[in-house]
């Protein structure tokens, strides 16, 4: 029986032996420092993200050295000095002793990990680092450390020398630092064999032994039972071999040959068991996400659609992705990096995840551009430069049926809704269908040679995606049309934008389909002026209808059909109960963003932060977990229904500092020549008059009584849906995430009853900066930027007194009263030709002066950027080395006084 009184006493003596000298903490002080410069390094500020990424990336690097440091007396000294032969007669068992020096060098590995967490309270003034993850990171530290403490003890226990136990701890420890490297060896000679088709799996086999990887996913702020099972194996087993090691003097100098043979298949049968539990505990992959916001915790729609893949079918998600990234996109690649990771984990035998680090120029390159993944070329700032580098960050999926390619994850793509999204198409047999109606809008190319919208192009990842007609019938596949006739059996939701531009026989059959209660998701705008292609205001629902074909002045044309209810889409307001004038514009002046504060009220801003009781509803999922959106002179709309089963639920509302714009108030009105049709301009200007209302931009109208069916979602503004915003959405270069995709996706998935993925859309996750650097920064580029107005105001003041100072030289010619006309012409004309020759000058050289000044400005701010970052990094160097200095003087005193104390005052030397 194992007796934890003896186990205590050998501890405390192993313990103490190591902090009676200053070499145990210059180790220490050794070790701080050198993870504070691999934690602050300049790649730490090229990423500005308050994590430890970058120490996490080389701990391992850092544990070579610590370990054989801590490690390599254990052993050594007790033979070097004879202590052995005392210590293994005491009464203690082999395993009490083993277990106790085991504890002595954890409890000083544990001391070096808490004096480097000066590193996090560092972190914390830097800006506002997620905890949970820095308490995931620092366990990876603390048991990767642990577990090479016992592989460190068995080098010290194979040789009397402390040099070379700690060389030999250093070879130990390479094995599972870069066991991980052999993989490619591994895949390169299984393929020469003949065995290509399983050398992914060894691959990946052999990876998994690897420290770094063992350690990756506690980096990410997660706690996996694999990697915990992992380290308490690799322990278990040195330590074993260390307790054979010690137990060899009792061996009988005939037996040794044989005992080695013996222990030796025992400890091969040991690590064959070992392995194979690490193997079944893979299997079920519990693991503890600690993050703030759960970013690695897979959500309830993910595990849905991996556990809805059928049996016999194989999904494969290949990403390819660039090692070394733009700051700008570091958290991006983090997170793609962890959530495939959670895919491949809980996919089990029916999802395969392929993560391939792609180098430029490469053959795994050229194979990503063959699947169609292609780099995007990013231009970025670094050390006062801009460079352009091509980055991938885009992934394959595939089934034995379909795939979809994702080109390229951008900073505000949702990681988790694409991939898991991609995943349920592939996987599916069939897809909803989504009709859209052809209206003068074109969001549907018509076979024309016309180009789809996004909002297209994005439901097509999801939804079967066809042409509605409401004219004609015309039968097909995706992306050909159908009549509204045929609606109802051949698709199950109706996009419909502009409909105001129908004309009435199309407006009837519209209205037919609407009356059938089927799903109708409605976008119309009384000023339409973010619209594709050349239409723009022309869509105006109070304007008429363009003349087919457009034409020249003077040239007869065709006269276009009128629009059904002068566009006033009188007989879809009467069925809905709702008002909505077509030509009146919502305005709101409460603006919660100040880089958007020149934008007219006119440009309305749906924000929890501005009007967060009343902006998004609660009571829709549509909504709920919206944030911020953003609609371009939009309409509004009142309830006027009196019926109790009629269901009205505002989606999106104005602040009370609103009010309502008159057509002929903000819009002036002309006739064009060119196209002999009526022409609209927009009045940045109008009288605004405040009502204090809270005006609904979107709403949803239900009724579900059998006589008057309705479903149909009614948005006053078709400026969200445009392209922009899809591509914004993608790309993140707002300081803000416009919820407006989001929404107009929920609708649809509302609509359809496949509200999957509508929680899944909205997740979304801030990002921990280094705050101080940027506050400091933004005064540097604040100051610049007032420089350079500074110098854009010199140069044009310059530019105009050498104007005023021309006119007047060219007036004085003019008002000569000696000259003829013709002298007096000829004279103005060679003044003007030399005066603006000398203007011309003047403006190079002063742009030339304007440039240098603007120039020397940004170096000067460059040079104040890096004196920053300089600073930074040298207190994150010298902070860690204070703490163990100051308690090693104050221990290594009291450790002195002590000794002097125990000395009589005539033994002491004076």
């Known amino acids: 029986m194992i007796r934890a009184n003896v186990i205590l006493a050998v501890t405390k003596r192993n313990f103490r032996s190591y902090f009676s000298s200053i070499l145990g903490y210059l180790f220490i002080i050794v070790f701080c420092v050198a993870a504070s410069v691999m934690a602050f390094n300049a790649q730490f500020f090229a990423a500005n993200l308050a994590n430890l990424d970058q120490l996490s990336q080389q701990f391992p690097l850092l544990l070579l050295f610590l370990i054989p440091a801590i490690t390599m007396t254990v052993w050594s000294d007790e033979r070097k000095l004879g202590t052995d032969e005392l210590l293994f007669t005491l009464p203690a068992t082999d395993v009490e002793i083993l277990v106790g020096k085991y504890l002595s060098v954890l409890g000083v590995y544990t001391v070096a990990i808490v004096f480097s967490l000066v590193n996090a309270v560092f972190l914390s003034q830097m800006g506002d680092p997620d905890f949970g993850l820095l308490a995931s990171s620092y366990c990876g530290y603390w048991l990767s450390g642990a577990a090479l403490l016992s592989v460190g003890m068995l080098s010290s ?50 990876q998994g032994l690897s420290l770094q990887e063992q350690l990756r996913d506690f980096s990410l702020g997660v706690l996996p039972l694999t990697s915990f099972c992992y380290f308490v194996f690799l322990t278990g087993l040195m330590l074993y071999l260390n307790l054979v090691v010690i137990s060899k003097r009792r061996w009988h100098a005939t037996e040794v040959m044989g005992m080695e043979m013996q222990y030796g298949i025992r400890a091969v049968c040991l690590s064959i068991s070992l392995v194979s539990m690490l193997v079944l505990v893979s299997m079920w992959p519990a693991r503890a996400d600690l993050t703030a916001e759960s970013l690695f915790t897979l959500s309830d729609a993910t595990y849905t659609t991996i556990d809805e893949i059928e049996g016999e079918q194989l999904i494969t998600i290949q990403a390819f992705v660039s090692p070394d990234v733009p ?23 029916q999802l395969e995840v392929r993560i391939v680090d792609v180098e430029p120029f490469s053959e795994a390159a050229e194979e990503a551009r063959a699947l169609g993944v292609n780099p995007r070329r990013i231009q970025y700032q670094q050390d006062g430069k801009f460079e352009e580098a091509e980055v991938f960050l885009g992934a394959i999926v595939q089934s034995p049926t379909d795939n979809v390619e994702i080109p390229f994850f951008g900073k505000g793509l949702p990681i988790e809704y694409e991939l898991t999204r991609s995943v349920r198409t592939v996987s599916q047999k069939d897809r909803l269908t989504i009709g859209v109606l052809q209206t003068d809008a074109n969001v549907i190319s018509s076979g024309g040679g016309g180009r789809d919208w996004a909002i297209v192009s994005e439901l097509r990842k999801q939804y079967k995606v066809i042409g509605v007609n409401p004219s004609r019938r015309i039968l097909g596949g995706e992306g050909s049309e159908v009549s509204l006739d045929d609606a109802v059996e051949d698709f199950d939701v109706l996009l419909a934008v502009m409909p105001s531009s129908l004309t009435q026989p199309q407006m009837d059959n519209f209205m037919d389909f609407v009356q059938a209660g089927k799903p109708v998701l409605v976008f119309d705008d009384p000023c339409p002026i973010f619209a594709q292609g050349q239409f723009g205001l022309t869509m105006a629902p109070k304007l008429p209808k363009p003349s087919p074909g457009g034409g020249m002045m003077m040239q007869q044309q065709q006269r276009p059909e009128p629009k059904a209810d002068n566009g006033e889409l009188r007989s879809l307001m009467s069925l809905l109960d709702v008002r ?35 902006a998004f509803s609660s009571q829709s999922a549509i909504t709920k977990d919206l944030d911020d959106l953003v609609c371009l002179y939009a309409g509004s709309i009142q309830e006027t229904s009196k019926k109790k089963e009629q269901e009205f639920i505002p989606l999106l509302q104005t602040s009370g500092e609103s009010g309502l714009l008159p057509w002929e108030d903000y819009i002036s009105q002309s006739f064009n020549p060119m196209t002999m049709s009526p022409a609209a301009q ?28 309705v479903n149909v979602i009614f948005c006053s503004d078709t400026d969200m849906i445009s392209d922009w915003f899809f591509m914004e959405r993608n790309l993140g270069n707002l300081d803000i995430a416009f919820d407006n995709v989001t929404f107009i996706l929920n609708a649809v998935d509302a609509l359809a009853q496949e509200e999957t993925f509508i929680n899944l859309r909205s997740r979304r996750a801030s990002l921990k900066t280094l705050e101080y650097v940027e506050n400091q920064t933004r005064e540097l580029r ?41 002298s007096k012409s000829q004279l103005l004309k060679q003044k003007e030709e030399q005066l603006n020759r000398k203007l011309d000058l003047d403006e190079v050289e002063l742009e030339r002066e304007k440039n240098a000044s603007i120039r020397k400005a940004g170096l000067e701010m460059k040079r104040e950027i890096r004196r920053i970052e300089t600073r930074v990094r040298l207190f994150a160097y010298i ?9 090693g003087l104050l221990f290594l005193g009291l450790q002195r006084s002590a000794e002097q104390q125990s000395i009589t005052a005539e033994r002491r030397r004076r």
């Open 682 to 709: 927009i009045n940045p200007s109008p009288k605004r008059f405040d009502d204090t209302y809270s005006h609904v931009i979107a709403a949803h109208i239900k009724n579900d009584s059998s006589d008057s069916r």
């Open 879 to 887: 902070l860690p080395a204070i703490l163990p200095i100051c308690f």
């Open 157 to 206: 226990a194979l040789t009397s020398s402390a040099t070379v136990a700690f060389v030999l701890g250093v070879v130990f420890c390479c094995v599972p630092v870069f066991i991980g490297n052999l993989a490619g060896l591994t895949e390169w000679l299984l393929t020469q064999f003949g065995f290509g088709g399983q050398s992914y799996g060894f691959r990946t086999a052999v």
């Open 580 to 614: 909505w004038d077509n030509g009146q514009a919502v305005y709101d002046r409460m603006n919660p963003h100040s880089q958007f504060g020149a934008l007219p009220p006119e440009y309305v801003f749906v924000s929890r932060s501005g009007n967060p009781k009343q």
């Open 782 to 822: 604040k100051k610049m930027n007032d420089e350079e107005k500074t110098a854009d105001k010199v140069m044009t003041d310059r530019l105009d007194a050498a104007r005023t100072e021309l006119q007047t030289e060219i007036t004085e010619v003019r008002n000569r009263t000696d000259l003829d006309d013709r």
């Open 327 to 349: 700051r700008e996109y570091s958290e991006t690649r983090r997170r793609l990096l962890g959530l495939l990771r959670e895919f491949d984990l809980r996919g089990g035998g």
